[in-house]
């Protein structure tokens, strides 16, 4: 299987994207290669990504694909960026605008950046930079333009910004500085061939070609492709980890959250598995890792092993899951669906609420009366129940809050 995330680069309605070996995704955005439709020995052909209106692709969530076994091909705009800066570790670049960001003749973003409508339409509402490049040196070499006219349009177009580069700029500017003649040969250029000088579409083309002719999966320089995990990767994956139980569907992370706040024993629970981790790789105890991270001298006032060691889980991990989750009951489900509902109706029912404008203040009274740290900080009662820091539980109890209150008043009614 062949996945395609395309956007303004390619139309929908594009011949060479009406075939069965293509799975034509939009533009990519953060967490899209997490996608489980996308398996050991596909291919991700990466065209066009969001990095403006929404989180961009980041390259560890390249690498952890292709150290999953997915061939990853770029091309023509945020593609192309991404493979020119991945070449070395195994990512595989096509096409001119691709070797000329290899080579250094193309350096900026906003060279293949293009406006979109906000309202998730496709279409480029502005002219890519690297385009009209194209263009240009077409115009010198048939005598269109000077070497030096060229090279003053070329400036003036790089000075606006690429949100800005609109048709009606672009010939505004042309025929400031080059007269009604450059903009008529474009014209007749365009009437012949409707993509004339459209360098993103063709490369784009070339990577689709590329991808069905199935070259093998490219190895890095170092010679073996690296397997990527960190907790941040976890962290980016964890987010769309879902089961289906009952009927319904429900976030992993929920889920887990839940019992991380609202089960006293789950501070045991933590422990076990920061135990059962330390066991994972040479059967080192946990206390003697501790010691040897604290230069091996007794101290009766060293920190607990969950204040040093805070691993992110993966719970796309169905063991993972099952362990760290091994209290859950059906009313637990209930619950965290119940609160998920809450939020909904709460963003029916208040202008502008979400769970993410609840004061932290709120949030953290809240985890400090159920853990019952007093007035002391909730920072180690929340490291013990595995969160990375305070912050991080508080953030977590805000999506539970409206939800938990409800369930609280009508319990004391």
Not at 298 to 307: C, I, K, Q, T
Not at 373 to 391: C, K, L, V
Request: proline content about 7%; glycine content about 8%; overall charge neutral.
């Amino acid at each position: 299987m062949i996945h395609v995330y395309i956007g303004p680069t390619l139309a929908p309605t594009e011949p060479a994207l009406r075939t069965w070996q293509l799975r034509v995704r939009p533009p990519a955005r953060h967490g899209d290669l997490d996608d489980p439709a996308i398996e050991r020995g596909h291919t991700v052909v990466l065209i066009d990504g969001v990095y403006h209106q929404a989180p961009a692709l980041r390259h560890k969530e390249i690498l952890a694909a292709m150290s999953g076994g997915v061939r990853v091909i770029g091309a023509a705009s945020i593609g192309a960026l991404r493979a020119a800066e991945l070449r070395g570790h195994g990512m595989l670049g096509s096409g001119r605008i691709y070797h000329a960001y290899v080579s250094g003749a193309l350096t900026g973003d906003d060279e293949v950046a293009v406006g979109q409508a906000p309202d998730g339409d496709l279409d480029a509402q502005t002219w890519p930079l690297v385009n009209l490049r194209h263009i240009l040196r077409a115009a010198e070499r048939e005598r269109i333009l000077t070497g030096r006219t060229a090279a003053l349009l070329l400036q003036a177009l790089t000075e606006i910004p690429y949100q800005q580069r609109t048709e009606p700029a672009v010939r505004a500017v042309c025929r400031r500085i080059a007269g009604s003649e450059l903009l008529l040969w474009m014209r007749a250029h365009r009437l012949r061939d409707p993509h004339w000088g459209d360098v993103k579409r063709a490369d784009a083309l070339g990577a689709l070609a590329l991808a069905q002719a199935r070259a093998p999966l490219s190895v890095p320089l170092g010679g073996q492709l690296i397997p990527v995990s960190t907790g941040y990767t976890r962290a980016w994956a964890n987010r769309r980890a879902i089961q289906e139980i009952g009927g319904r569907t429900l976030p992993t992370t929920a889920r887990l959250a839940y019992q991380q706040i609202f089960d006293p024993e789950f501070p045991q629970v933590w422990g076990r598995w920061l135990e059962h981790l330390a066991g994972q790789d040479g059967a080192v105890p946990l206390g003697r890792r501790l010691a040897y991270l604290l230069d091996d001298h007794p101290d009766p006032a060293a920190p607990a092993a969950y204040l040093v060691f805070r691993p992110v889980p993966d719970l796309r991990d169905p063991a993972t899951t099952a362990f760290l989750i091994s209290r859950e009951t059906a009313a637990d489900r209930d619950a965290v669906a119940r609160y998920a509902a809450a939020n909904t109706a709460m963003r029916d029912q208040v202008r502008g609420f979400s769970p993410e404008a609840i004061a932290d203040g709120v949030a953290s009274r809240t985890l400090a009366r159920l853990w019952r740290t007093g007035t002391d900080p909730i920072e180690d009662a929340a490291a013990a129940r595995g969160f990375r820091n305070a912050a991080d539980a508080v953030d977590h109890m805000k999506n539970f809050l409206a939800g938990f209150l409800a369930d609280t008043a009508e319990r004391i009614v």
